[in-house]
């Protein structure tokens, strides 16, 4: 079955503890991409990825790191998270650019940061 | 700067009536797709249909079709034929002009009223 899949689902951790979200596809997309939801602000893209070893900064990548070393996997680190990472947070995954193709969705991580 | 923007936070439609969710994108590209997509209470998110900027006609796919008025930078979803399945929240997207990051709208919150 075609999917992304991340974990874990739900998290909760405290103040300046290093966690890792893996992310996961089976689709043989390029574009990956990691993104936050927010009550009001919709979703906002952390970072993405083009392809191996190509990545860049979405809108909000402050506080976050991500890296891309095999084209399946994506996973997103918070080095040192802090409350206002408390967050819903997505992995999507494309074939093709933005621009061309739709985004394929993750279930979604649920991170509380106390 | 790049702009995606849904201004009704909330929408409600009676069952088995029509509605119309609203968005505006701002570009500077002549060549691209925007997206709706849906996302229930399980928080998946899901593509309810795409539109390509340059085709004349409008998307449609079932129940669900879009208004596109490029010169106007509108970007509607018609629901027909409202169902309670259709609870949920909806997000507008696109890309971002001259960069491959990927935008949504804040949302719109549709309740089915039985």
């Known amino acids: 079955e075609a999917q992304v899949t991340q974990n874990p689902r739900y998290l909760i951790t405290v103040t300046g503890k290093k966690l890792t979200v893996t992310c996961s596809q089976n689709?043989?997309?390029?574009?990956m991409s990691w993104y936050r939801q927010d009550p009001g602000l919709g979703l906002r893209q952390i970072y993405y990825s083009m392809n191996v070893e190509v990545t860049d900064k979405g809108d909000v990548p402050e506080g976050y790191k991500v890296s891309r070393k095999e084209k399946r996997n994506f996973p997103l680190i918070l080095e040192s998270p802090s409350p206002n990472q408390t967050s819903l947070y997505f992995c999507?995954?494309?074939?093709?650019?933005?621009?061309?193709?739709?985004?394929?969705f993750g279930p979604g991580t649920r991170l509380t940061v106390l | 700067a790049q702009t995606v923007t849904q201004s009704q936070p909330e929408m409600s439609v009676q069952e088995a009536e029509t509605v119309t969710l609203s968005c505006t994108y701002d570009t500077s590209e002549s060549d691209y797709y925007l997206f709706w997509y849906k996302q229930p209470p399980s928080r998946q998110m899901i593509l309810v249909i795409r539109?390509?900027?340059?085709?004349?006609q409008n998307a449609t796919e079932n129940r669900f079709s879009v208004n596109f008025q490029k010169a106007a930078k509108s970007f509607s979803l018609k629901i027909s034929d409202s169902q309670l399945g259709d609870a949920a929240m909806y997000f507008c997207?696109?890309?971002?002009?001259?960069?491959?990051?990927?935008?949504f709208g804040t949302g719109t919150r549709l309740k089915v009223l039985a």
């Open positions: 997207a696109g890309p971002s002009s001259g960069t491959y990051k990927y935008i």
């Open positions: 689709m043989n997309h390029e574009y």
């Open positions: 539109q390509e900027a340059y085709k004349q």
């Open positions: 999507a995954s494309s074939l093709l650019n933005p621009g061309r193709g739709e985004q394929f």
